[in-house]
């Protein structure tokens, strides 16, 4: 197997270097200090809008946002997937959705004190731009690759997104620490630009993929309308189809309960030692950015080792380290442990999806891709959706997120049993 990178290889995974600031900086690190120190505060908080009225503390209240967000993927993901296969036009709706995420991180630039209504609205539309850009996103690893190749590149992909996203990263964590040293004004400022930075960076870094990666022609009546409605009259038949496709579809049910633990320590982790341990700003920013520098090693490594022992055993590893991760993080009372547990996750988190992906396309038929791609979006939104949705519940109920973070551990135990019911992609 060749070791060198085609041009439309390493432009879809720079769009990983694009997009991952968007979770590096909003959804893990920087949004959420702000929002629960500044914006929110750390007590009980009414959010009114319209008619709308709902109280909660400032922690769980972002865990149903984030559930929110996730829901209305879930619900649009397979359209999506469905009207692009139909019309061969992957590369636009890729492009509307990265819009929509693009100009939702520069609108948070205008988020404030008091202002946890818009803040919630304008973070929920992001998910929404980024998490439906990586339907057709995914969908686009049958273009780019032959099969044989798809956990290196796949892994390639996770890895350039740890470290993009961690560069950024550090870049706004040092315009948070030393805003004067940029010539910004003390306050919140520098957090306001960092939001800035990620709109120009996920746009800047996109355009490569647009230029240099390929996909199927579009038919030859590729009208939007056309293209919709033979969306929406294929989308039965591909889910009856991947029901039939009894190894793609038991996987997908075991993604969304393993990715359901992943996705929650991905967007609650912040929340946790901030709300738990009571840590600064700087050993939650200082321990997501160890995440992501040790992620890009970790998630390369995860790939080779993916491709020389199989894709199952690689995902039945990690499932288990994690499950362990869990309840070293229900025990944890001291900052240095955090770092511990940041520096752990780093290793297995990218490798894991990525592994996780490459598994899944090619137990689908390419001409598909994107429909099956869409499904496999609702499997990872949902569990986006269920395990903050528990971590908040368990946490408004008990009154400590260090009972929230032990539950999830349930994803990663029954996702794992799942997983032994799938075939290796050799044997399918």
Avoid at 21 to 43: C, D, E, K, M
Avoid at 143 to 169: C, D, H, Q, W
Avoid at 185 to 206: D, N
Avoid at 228 to 254: D, E, P, V, Y
Wanted: proline share 3%; hydrophobic share 50%.
């Amino acid at each position: 197997m060749s070791s060198k990178y085609s041009p439309a290889e390493k432009a879809w995974c720079l769009y990983d270097w694009a997009n991952s600031s968007f979770v590096t900086t909003i959804i893990a690190a920087v949004l959420p200090v702000y929002f629960i120190g500044t914006i929110a505060g750390s007590g009980v908080v009414t959010v009114n809008m319209a008619s709308f009225s709902f109280t909660s503390n400032s922690q769980s209240l972002w865990g149903y946002a984030m559930s929110l967000a996730a829901f209305f993927v879930a619900i649009a993901a397979p359209v999506f997937g469905a009207v692009a296969d139909a019309g061969g036009k992957r590369k636009l709706f890729l492009g509307i959705m990265t819009a929509v995420g693009v100009i939702s991180s520069a609108l948070l630039y205008f988020s404030g004190p008091g202002l946890v209504g818009f803040t919630l609205a304008i973070v929920i539309l992001g998910q929404i731009g980024f998490a439906g850009a990586n339907v057709f996103y995914n969908s686009l690893l049958v273009y780019v690759t032959p099969p044989e190749r798809r956990n290196l590149i796949s892994s390639k992909g996770f890895a350039m997104g740890y470290l993009g996203g961690g560069l950024l990263l550090a870049l706004n964590l040092l315009m948070i620490k030393k805003p004067s040293f940029f010539g910004i004004p003390e306050g919140s400022m520098a957090v306001k630009l960092s939001f800035l930075t990620v709109a120009v960076w996920w746009a800047l870094f996109s355009i490569p993929l647009f230029k240099r990666v390929p996909e199927a022609a579009a038919s030859s009546n590729s009208k939007f309308r056309h293209s919709f409605l033979k969306g929406l009259k294929s989308l039965s038949t591909t889910f009856k189809s991947i029901r039939q496709h009894k190894n793609a579809f038991r996987f997908l049910i075991s993604f969304l309960l393993y990715n359901d633990g992943i996705q929650t320590i991905i967007m609650m982790a912040t929340v946790f030692g901030k709300a738990e341990l009571g840590l600064t700003s700087g050993h939650l920013i200082g321990a997501l950015l160890l995440t992501q520098f040790i992620g890009f090693p970790g998630s390369i490594y995860y790939g080779k080792l993916a491709t020389r022992i199989g894709a199952k055993k690689s995902l039945l590893g990690g499932i288990s380290a994690y499950t362990l991760i869990v309840f070293y993080a229900w025990r944890m009372t001291e900052a240095w442990q955090f770092w511990i547990l940041a520096g752990a996750v780093g290793l297995l988190q990218g490798g894991v999806q990525a592994i996780s992906r490459s598994f899944y396309s090619v137990l689908i038929p390419k001409e598909h891709a994107s429909e099956y791609f869409g499904f496999f979006s609702i499997s990872s939104r949902f569990a986006s959706i269920l395990g903050p949705l528990l971590f908040a519940i368990i946490g408004d109920l008990t009154g400590s997120t260090r009972n929230s973070i032990v539950a999830i551990s349930i994803f990663f135990i029954t996702g794992g049993f799942m997983l032994f019911t799938v075939k290796d992609p050799e044997h399918v």
